[in-house]
């Protein structure tokens, strides 16, 4: 029987169900399971660094969950029990935590940070850091699980713990930044003065950014939304891929007549925007304008993104910017791996980035952080309305997609994974017989190309955790999404362990 700390691993993250509330969803991640898988990463990171556990200093931070306090608890004391010292960052973002390895002010050996992203108020969980790779491995977090399993729960006294206000030093470097960034002759220290921005942060930790970084620096921040922390969530999900949440901050941009509107997650390594007009700047479309403000210093580079992108997307980023679009896999850390990778071997690369809003700098430690694209965004914007131009107008030849669809096609039975390759390749060879084009290079399931009856694109793959096949369809005209669906529906009929039910929808 699999101990229940390892079933904890979500790819590179530990999560759970860390408080009841919610019917038939029992909780998983217990005070004691907490406490020991801490006390792993003690011992995990002393063995990493060659250091004592009495020599490591490691931080704890968390989002505005209502489990956050109970699991800071545990953490600290986990770090307390194995001889280290624990530092407490309380609120703060996932991207700060990363930074206090970073920071000459801080420097610690190893940071974690208490969130469950974007998910539902009964969740959370722990992202870990350490100073070589940045956010843990899979594999190290196996290692990691295995050695909690084999530990006691175990108190200490926490009532000395030291204290650290990361989130306003993490907000004071961002502000420098912007105003490197800007180089305002007229107003160094205020060069937002006379913008008007509105935030949205769900009821995050994202409340800071309208607080201690624009209206630092002198920007109008009336009209933002849901600044404060709030982990039942009230509002909307705190999540910049959600309709609901976009059209919020899209509301909250016209409503207050704003130059710009800015959304985070909860643990705001995410971010999108809306435009003065309404224009949503997400999914393909932060993509397109990050790329679009790199290219000046980073020409005919490679833009590594997932693999769920549109050829409307490629043909921006090739046609217009001549850069390259490296398409390759969803998960946000497989999406920057391939960065690294690609720079290590001699090809410029200064972007990795996911439909979700997941994007990671090279020049910013590789680390997905919504608030520093944010810094990017409102550097281009005065600079483009120092050109006389608009923030607009650096992606205004993306060509806006028609019309799109994501199905999730069930898988059933145990070995999930094994029946996902076989459904996967009969996918393929049925395909072939058709005469369908089957999309090469491609890195992860089976994409396929239509021109002339349906023009657009179907990608269908595993997905990353999760017993279920996602289909996304892309239709360039009227109909030719619902057209790609039903050619997608006639090659998967016939698994008796995948459930298509959904295409009749």
């Given at each position: 029987?699999?101990?229940?700390i390892?079933?904890?691993?979500n790819?590179?993250?530990?999560r ?11 909780v998983?991640l ?6 020991r ?8 990171l002393?063995?990493k660094?060659?250091?004592k ?7 704890v931070?968390?989002?505005s969950r ?19 010292i ?26 974690m940070m208490?969130?469950?992203s ?13 100073p070589e ?13 295995n050695?909690?399993?084999e530990l006691t ?16 030093l ?7 930044k ?14 937002l003065?006379?913008?008007h ?20 620096l ?49 643990d705001?390594d995410?971010m ?14 932060l ?8 290219v000046?210093d980073?020409?005919?580079s ?10 409307k ?17 969803r ?18 690369s200064?972007?990795a980035?996911?439909?979700?809003g ?14 520093y ?9 005065a ?12 992606i ?15 898988l059933?039975?145990?070995?999930f994974k094994?029946?996902?390759?076989k ?8 395909a ?5 084009h089957?999309?090469?290079?491609n890195?992860e ?15 269908l ?11 996304n ?22 698994f ?10």
């Open positions: 029987m699999i101990n229940p390892l079933k904890l691993q790819g590179s993250d530990v759970g169900v860390a408080v009841e509330g919610v019917v038939d969803e029992p998983t217990t005070p004691e399971y907490a406490n898988i801490v006390q792993a990463f003690v011992v995990w002393s063995k660094s060659g250091k556990a009495s020599e490591l200093k490691i931080a931070g968390h989002d209502i489990s956050a306090p109970m699991l800071k608890q545990q953490a600290l004391m986990a770090i307390v029990a194995q001889g280290a624990a530092i407490d960052c309380s609120m703060a973002t996932t991207p700060a935590m990363f930074m206090s390895l970073v920071y000459p002010e801080t420097k610690y050996d190893g940071s208490i969130t469950a974007h998910l539902p108020f009964n969740r959370n969980g722990i992202k870990f850091f350490e790779n940045g956010g843990m491995e899979k594999k190290d977090l196996t290692d990691m699980l050695i909690a399993c729960e175990q108190t200490a006294d926490i009532s000395n713990v030291e204290k650290f206000d990361l989130v306003s993490y907000a004071e470097n961002l502000c420098t912007i105003r490197e960034g800007i180089n305002s002759k007229d107003n160094y220290d205020k060069p003065t006379g913008n921005i509105v935030v949205d942060a769900g009821n995050g930790a994202g409340g800071f950014f309208a607080q201690k970084v624009l209206a630092q002198g920007a109008d921040t009336t009209g933002s939304l849901y600044l404060d922390p709030d982990g039942h969530f009230p509002n909307h999900i705190p999540n910049p891929e959600n309709k609901e949440a976009m059209d919020a901050i899209r509301g909250a941009v016209l409503n207050n007549k704003a130059d710009l509107g800015l959304i985070f997650d909860t705001v995410r999108s925007a809306v435009f003065s007009d309404g224009q949503e700047v997400n999914r393909d479309a993509i397109a304008m990050m790329a679009a403000i790199l000046k980073y020409p005919n490679t833009i590594v993104t997932d693999s769920v992108t549109s050829d997307l490629t043909a921006f980023l090739e046609g217009e910017l001549h850069l390259k679009h490296h398409r390759f896999q998960g946000y850390k497989n999406v920057i791996n391939e960065c690294k990778r690609l720079n290590e071997e001699g090809i410029v200064p972007l980035i996911e439909t979700s997941h994007g990671a700098l090279k020049e910013n430690y590789y680390l997905d952080d919504g608030a694209m944010a810094v990017k965004l409102l550097i281009a914007a600079q483009t309305k120092a050109e006389g131009k608009t923030l607009n107008s650096l205004e030849k993306l060509e806006p997609q028609f019309e799109t669809a994501e199905y999730r096609l069930k059933k039975g145990e070995d094994a029946y996902g390759a459904v996967l390749e009969v996918f393929t060879a049925r072939k017989e058709k005469g369908y089957i999309v090469t290079p890195y399931g089976v994409r396929l190309s239509f021109k002339g009856e349906a023009n657009g694109w179907a990608l793959r595993q997905s990353l955790h999760d017993p279920n096949m996602p289909l369809v892309e239709g360039n005209g009227e109909g030719d999404c619902a057209k790609i669906t039903a050619m997608m529906k006639e090659i998967l009929g016939g008796d362990q995948l459930d298509i039910s959904v295409l009749d929808k």
